[in-house]
């Protein structure tokens, strides 16, 4: 999508916009389906990135499935044509009503839970296969927010634990089928991948059922220029070799298996924001626009870098801002940034939208949530409804005794 394309999709469809190109959603797919040369790898999209059913559907015909963190994620994938046996579940914290919810769907199942495990064990024995996600305390990245493989994390069965997964398993006669990892987000180092990887090797002498294993997600993109990004194509041909040979030793081939939510749709999406305010203070000048933390909420909750351009004004003169939203808390969204002369009614595009942008926005301030557009064929479609005023009061019940 260039500027001159996103500015009429602005237009068109008005502003707050989410708009994503579906063009480099499949390329970002293919680009990791690829890496893994001579290896038929399975990808499960992390819905919780994005879940417009359109998104969805787009990735499904590229030959994904999903992976699914709650119940309500399981519907959304089966409402857009996924099978069950194409959506991988792994809950965290839910509730055991959850679990027998999803196991009734019959999607895969993750525990990452040694009491849920027991408890699972008692009531399905050998009848409904697993998987079981470890921990193997590997640290990805720096910020711990987004990091869920270290000693503290409330993810996964810590390695440390296989005996005790093993007298379980063997008490009930669990067929576990499959072993997951997910170390978080923002992996900069595929040697700590590899790490990890050789960790679920070692464990998986302790499994004789296995058919697959689910090295999770973590891969990092470019948020800005020098950026260091997960290099795919190392991690690939790295995991691809070691993985032959882990086959070899179990003396039988398993599938390989990952969950990648960022890297398939972060890059595609922009946020189209207008600018309602240009506000002089003594120390910065402010660029005011029609969204905020409300609507993405990356930059507030995990510092992320998200790029911003002026697109409505390509030859103005480039001078320093501070992009915020116009929600009552502190909102900025980028930090003394090079804009080139922003004038109130132009149009901004934030980058790296389109993974955790929409899905984690909220109504604040009573604020709508905006539309989501798809770039197809070159042409913007709108792909969810702007929301309205009633939106925000659907499910309130008014007490009569308060009328
Ligand atoms: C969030 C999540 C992912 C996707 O992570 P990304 O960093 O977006 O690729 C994959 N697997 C699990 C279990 C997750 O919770």
């Not at 700590?192 to 050789?198: H, K, L, P, S, T």
Request: aromatic share 10%; proline share 2%; glycine share 8%.
């Amino acid at each position: 999508m260039d500027s001159l394309q996103l500015l009429s999709s602005a237009e068109k469809l008005g502003t707050p916009l989410y708009i994503y190109d579906a063009q480099i959603i499949q390329n970002q797919y293919k680009s990791l389906k690829n890496a893994f040369k001579g290896k038929d790898v399975k990808l499960h999209f992390a819905l919780k990135a994005l879940n417009n059913i359109n998104i969805l559907r787009l990735l499904k015909a590229e030959g994904a499935g999903l992976d699914a963190v709650s119940i309500e994620e399981i519907y959304l994938g089966l409402r857009a044509g996924f099978l069950p046996s194409d959506i991988m579940y792994t809950p965290n914290c839910v509730a055991y009503s959850e679990i027998v919810e999803a196991i009734n769907l019959g999607v895969h199942l993750n525990i990452d839970n040694l009491s849920i495990l027991e408890k699972f064990g008692n009531d399905y024995g050998s009848t409904v296969p697993c998987c079981l996600r470890l921990n193997p305390h590997i640290m990805a990245g720096g910020n711990s927010n987004i990091s869920v493989g270290h000693i503290d994390s409330k993810f996964g069965i810590s390695i440390h634990q296989l005996r005790h997964i093993e007298r379980i398993i063997q008490h009930y006669g669990i067929q576990v089928t499959g072993l997951h990892m997910h170390t978080g987000s923002d992996i900069v180092d595929a040697d700590v991948f590899i790490r990890g990887a050789e960790l679920l090797y070692e464990a998986a002498t302790f499994f004789p059922d296995l058919q697959f294993m689910d090295f999770g997600s973590g891969f990092k993109v470019g948020y800005k220029e020098g950026d260091i990004v997960t290099d795919i194509n190392k991690i690939g041909a790295k995991i691809t070799k070691s993985f032959e040979q882990f086959c070899q030793t179990y003396g039988r081939e398993l599938e390989l298996w990952f969950e990648p939510g960022k890297y398939i749709v972060s890059a595609a999406g922009k946020l189209l924001v207008q600018v309602n305010v240009v506000k002089q203070t003594t120390s910065t000048v402010f660029a005011g626009v029609n969204s905020g933390q409300n609507h993405l909420i990356r930059p507030m909750f995990y510092n992320a870098y998200h790029q911003i351009d002026n697109i409505s004004n390509p030859e103005g003169e480039q001078k320093l801002y501070s992009v915020v939203g116009y929600i009552c808390e502190s909102d900025t969204l980028g930090y003394d940034r090079l804009l080139n002369e922003v004038r109130v009614d132009d149009i901004l595009s934030i980058s790296n939208s389109g993974a955790y942008g929409f899905t984690m926005s909220n109504n604040y301030n009573a604020r709508l949530r905006p539309a989501e557009a798809l770039f197809i064929n070159g042409e913007a479609q709108l792909i969810r409804k702007r929301e309205t005023l009633e939106d925000l009061y659907r499910n309130e019940v008014e007490l009569e005794l308060l009328k």
